[in-house]
């Protein structure tokens, strides 16, 4: 294993209106086309007033030169991080949220929407519309998830209704028309979705996000934090289609559940195998510091790195591939993604930290079967990160390339590339 690249594309300052560079995790950001690398990088804009005080800027890397900033539009209209996913003859996607709304709106009317870049012509995007339904309420909070399928040359784009809690989609064919507007409707709102398109088929993995429903453990949480906010995440679900043009999602299959013990789960990532096994990676904690100190006082303070398959809707299997935290000597599992060098191996890249706190990135197998983590010698781990994905239209590759933050500030915006064996 090679480190190719270690370098800085871009900063960006706290926005400071509940997102972020990383905010939309479960969508892709970050994909590359022969020697090109992309990269979505929210920028925030100086003295413009929250929620929507953003806007994407798009970044090119070619071969070993420095990254450029190709194109970005002239005013800060966007709330979150704008997903990114390519399709063939190097037609490159930028999901928006663009606000129709005075700046400084809060919650206020977004107009969902894909621009569509050539290679050639970066400087003039195409814009395609979706045929989401007019009494469908858009907000600066779209929770989106997209997928590109490569060989079809589609794409899956999802928004979620702030009234609803519901997910429009509707799929983007290879000649530029909309097909399948439909809804996915989950037990409770979810959000942050991994979604996979493959011949059609799609698969969505969304964690639950909904205020704290015990009201005993809200009162007391208020109390100890003096702070309004609190949403969980503790109940993760999974749910696909077999031909996402005619016929609907199926009821979602609940995946984990931590809701009894005021735990917290963090939805990862979702791949497709060649035979259409999902695969789902995923962080999990049986309890939080607060409520186990006063609820659950015998509950060890543990976070696992969880990995299960899901076929044709059935959970298949099911098990940890790494767990730290109190009472155990080993690493403890911050983050992870999958990544395929060949469509065939599938790999789990984590990021973890040792019982002393030091940060390290790992590189471990899973299929054909599972080994132990190989450690990436970088400068300057990353702590949190996206990768250059095929649910984004990239291809599976020898090189992993990440998109993320590091351990020295959070505002610099980093990108590696390693040659994996």
Same mark, same amino acid.
């Given at each position: 294993m090679r480190v190719l690249a270690e370098e800085t594309i871009a900063t960006c300052e706290p926005p400071n209106n509940g997102s972020g560079p990383l905010w939309c995790y479960g969508a892709p950001i970050?994909?590359?086309?022969?020697?090109? !690398?992309?990269? *979505? !990088?929210?920028?925030?804009?100086?003295?413009?007033?929250?929620?929507?005080?953003?806007?994407?800027?798009?970044?090119?890397?070619?071969?070993?030169?420095?990254?450029?900033? !190709?194109?970005a539009p002239s005013a800060f209209r966007e709330r979150e991080p704008?997903? +990114?996913?390519?399709?063939?003859?190097?037609?490159?996607? +930028? *999901?928006?949220?663009?606000? #129709?709304?005075?700046?400084?709106?809060?919650? =206020?009317?977004?107009?969902?929407?894909?621009?569509?870049?050539?290679?050639n012509q970066l400087s003039t995007p195409t814009e395609h519309t979706p045929p989401f339904p007019q009494t469908a309420t858009f907000t600066d909070h779209s929770y989106r998830g997209i997928a590109a399928d490569s060989q079809r040359g589609e794409i899956l784009l999802m928004h979620i209704d702030a009234h609803t809690g519901e997910y429009h989609y509707a799929l983007l064919k290879s000649d530029g028309r909309w097909d399948a507007p439909g809804v996915v409707t989950f037990p409770i709102r979810a959000c942050y979705p991994q979604v996979a398109l493959r011949h059609r088929v799609a698969h969505v993995l969304a964690i639950g996000d909904i205020y704290e429903p015990v009201e005993e453990w809200r009162r007391y949480k208020r109390e100890k934090t003096q702070r309004e906010w609190d949403y969980v995440f503790r109940r993760l679900f999974y749910t696909w289609t077999p031909?996402?043009? *005619?016929?609907?999602?199926?009821?979602?299959?609940?995946?984990?559940? !931590?809701?009894?013990?005021?735990?917290?789960?963090?939805?990862?990532?979702?791949?497709?195998?060649?035979? =259409? #096994?999902?695969h789902l990676l995923y962080l999990r904690q049986q309890t939080t510091p607060l409520l186990r100190d006063r609820y659950f006082p015998n509950l060890p303070l543990r976070t696992s790195l969880e990995y299960c398959t899901v076929q044709e809707g059935r959970l298949v299997q099911k098990q940890t591939?790494?767990? &730290?935290?109190?009472?155990?000597?080993?690493?403890?599992?911050?983050? &992870?993604r999958f990544h395929s060098p060949d469509g065939r191996r599938l790999l789990v890249i984590c990021a973890a930290t040792e019982p002393d706190g030091t940060w390290f990135n790992a590189v471990m197998p #899973? +299929?054909?079967?599972?080994?132990?983590?190989?450690?990436?010698p970088f400068r300057e781990p990353f702590t949190a990160f996206v990768t250059a994905c095929e649910r984004g239209g990239s291809r599976? *590759?020898?090189? +992993?390339?990440?998109? &993320? #933050?590091g351990t020295h500030s959070g505002t610099i915006l980093r990108y590696a590339a390693v040659r994996l064996p």
């Amino acid at each position: 294993m090679r480190v190719l690249a270690e370098e800085t594309i871009a900063t960006c300052e706290p926005p400071n209106n509940g997102s972020g560079p990383l905010w939309c995790y479960g969508a892709p950001i970050l994909t590359r086309t022969g020697d090109e !690398v992309y990269a *979505s !990088v929210m920028e925030t804009g100086a003295d413009v007033p929250p929620l929507c005080n953003t806007r994407p800027r798009l970044f090119r890397k070619q071969g070993n030169e420095d990254w450029q900033m !190709v194109w970005a539009p002239s005013a800060f209209r966007e709330r979150e991080p704008c997903p +990114l996913v390519i399709l063939p003859q190097d037609r490159l996607f +930028l *999901s928006v949220n663009t606000s #129709v709304m005075p700046p400084g709106t809060q919650y =206020g009317k977004c107009k969902p929407g894909l621009l569509e870049f050539s290679r050639n012509q970066l400087s003039t995007p195409t814009e395609h519309t979706p045929p989401f339904p007019q009494t469908a309420t858009f907000t600066d909070h779209s929770y989106r998830g997209i997928a590109a399928d490569s060989q079809r040359g589609e794409i899956l784009l999802m928004h979620i209704d702030a009234h609803t809690g519901e997910y429009h989609y509707a799929l983007l064919k290879s000649d530029g028309r909309w097909d399948a507007p439909g809804v996915v409707t989950f037990p409770i709102r979810a959000c942050y979705p991994q979604v996979a398109l493959r011949h059609r088929v799609a698969h969505v993995l969304a964690i639950g996000d909904i205020y704290e429903p015990v009201e005993e453990w809200r009162r007391y949480k208020r109390e100890k934090t003096q702070r309004e906010w609190d949403y969980v995440f503790r109940r993760l679900f999974y749910t696909w289609t077999p031909r996402v043009h *005619s016929e609907p999602f199926r009821p979602p299959l609940e995946i984990d559940d !931590v809701d009894a013990t005021g735990g917290h789960i963090i939805n990862l990532d979702l791949w497709l195998d060649r035979q =259409g #096994v999902a695969h789902l990676l995923y962080l999990r904690q049986q309890t939080t510091p607060l409520l186990r100190d006063r609820y659950f006082p015998n509950l060890p303070l543990r976070t696992s790195l969880e990995y299960c398959t899901v076929q044709e809707g059935r959970l298949v299997q099911k098990q940890t591939l790494m767990e &730290g935290g109190e009472g155990l000597n080993t690493p403890h599992p911050r983050y &992870g993604r999958f990544h395929s060098p060949d469509g065939r191996r599938l790999l789990v890249i984590c990021a973890a930290t040792e019982p002393d706190g030091t940060w390290f990135n790992a590189v471990m197998p #899973v +299929l054909p079967r599972r080994g132990e983590p190989n450690r990436i010698p970088f400068r300057e781990p990353f702590t949190a990160f996206v990768t250059a994905c095929e649910r984004g239209g990239s291809r599976p *590759s020898r090189t +992993l390339e990440m998109f &993320g #933050v590091g351990t020295h500030s959070g505002t610099i915006l980093r990108y590696a590339a390693v040659r994996l064996p």
